[in-house]
């Protein structure tokens, strides 16, 4: 299980969270109000003070796969993410160029029916997003990751949306390949803390497992 | 019906279109992929250039409404898209954000089952829009623009996907209130020529209704 943080405040303050968090987390998701506010530069500032952490771009494509796709590869994203409710041919076109870059496609969940989740892998994505919306905040995501789990047992899964530290052990159950989180690292009082308390936490039941 | 350019290339590129095109079109798309690469100094900047016309931020907002609507707003769009296919609450924030800075919401067609158009307008979104995907060029939006033209007669609808000159007599008979053309104008050898032709070619058509 790795160690997805979410950032979404302004480019400053989330390469100030990015300075204090990075020895704790796998992955640094370039959040969507980032991106909008920012564009691309998030990324590039994001990966040249980091050059080696997995830097994931949440454009959330709909339309135009190939040249939104080549926009986060280009600016240094190793993982893009895509609408599940796009056209087939829109993923077809994300997973195609993602596979020219040598990176990969995260498909978000949001809105799909879960009927249709084990399509996307057949078809190349690399990652089932579970994500509870953020205007949704009495939802939890863990349904739905229980859902998924039992309907296909080996998808590589993610999962997002309002994840405390406390939600950690119950979504550990279900074995995510990536647990993404927000709002508890990024606005915590001290977000290094927070972040070495989800890592460690998560490899708690790494070391169980 | 009001003509809409879709700017969609680097930022100097849509500039530079935008200073040839603002005579004669009535809206500005800032177009997503320019949102991905520039963020929202793509608005700022055009509404710099041109305090006076209309523009549209095609956000494409799928979660965090209020947050993204705003992020729009305060760069100083006009309008904002946000995907049909979207939950409730987010198109709810949506249209609550918009009014509160009297701004307008556009809602992207795109993958929305025919039957659920017209409840987006008694939720209070101002404008609807036939998308067809750039991933799906041999595609016209012009089918799905008829059935909705005679599901909700009196609906103002946007047109958008692969619109070119000769499109406009068939669309024109259709009354959309919005006709977003991109590459046919920004693409053209003269796109103020062309966005000229397009403008003609619209005012010809409301001068006979």
Do not use: W
């Not at 040249?67 to 997973?95: H, M, N, P």
């Not at 863990?142 to 052990?169: F, K, M, N, Q, S």
């Amino acid at each position: 299980m790795r160690l997805q943080v979410a950032l979404d405040g302004t480019l400053a303050e989330s390469l100030t969270v990015l300075e204090a968090v990075h020895p704790y987390v796998d992955i640094a998701e370039i959040g969507t109000p980032l991106i909008l506010r920012e564009g691309v530069r998030a990324i590039t500032a994001s990966r040249q003070l980091y050059p080696n952490l997995p830097l994931l771009a949440d454009f959330k494509i709909m339309d135009a796969g190939e040249i939104e796709a080549a926009i986060a590869f280009d600016a240094g994203a190793d993982i893009v993410t895509v609408l599940g409710v796009t056209q087939e041919a829109t993923l077809a076109s994300v997973i195609t160029t993602a596979q020219r870059y040598d990176a990969e496609v995260m498909v978000d969940l949001m809105q799909v029916p879960a009927d249709r989740a084990s399509g996307f892998l057949e078809i190349g994505c690399d990652y089932l997003c579970v994500h509870t919306s953020t205007d949704m905040r009495s939802m939890t995501p863990v349904a739905g990751l229980e859902a998924l789990r039992y309907g296909i047992p080996h998808a590589p899964l993610a999962v997002a949306g309002g994840i405390r530290l406390e939600t950690i052990d119950l979504l550990a159950t279900l074995n995510p390949r990536i647990i993404i989180v927000g709002s508890a690292i990024t606005r915590a009082a001290d977000p290094a803390a927070a972040a070495q308390q989800f890592k460690e936490r998560i490899n708690a039941h790494a070391r169980l497992s």
